[in-house]
């Protein structure tokens, strides 16, 4: 088993916490931060529609970097989309949300 894999997760942090520290620069403690597995693809929508809107200049740099320093991060999963679902219908919330619990309950 890897050492990232034993340590605990403190934190699970979605895209709309990430972005913005991405882009503040401030350092932050990678062995206590965790994403879902979907993270990745919806920081890739945010570039997508700031290179659209021309806020990037390099956009292509700029998810580089990002890549960098998403990659150590320890990648949350989730086995079903009925365990989700499940969570989601007991709590009556949408899924997006229970997606995230369901990979915190897993840190």
Known sequence: M????????KYLIDTSALYPLLISG????????SISVLTEYEIGNVLYREALRRKLKNPIRVATIFSEVIQPL?????DSIADVLAIALERKLSMMPHMHTSQKNMC
């Open 2 to 9: 890897s050492k990232q894999r034993e340590v605990k997760c």
């Open 26 to 33: 401030k350092p932050f403690n990678i062995d206590e931060c």
């Open 74 to 78: 320890r990648k949350m999963g989730f």
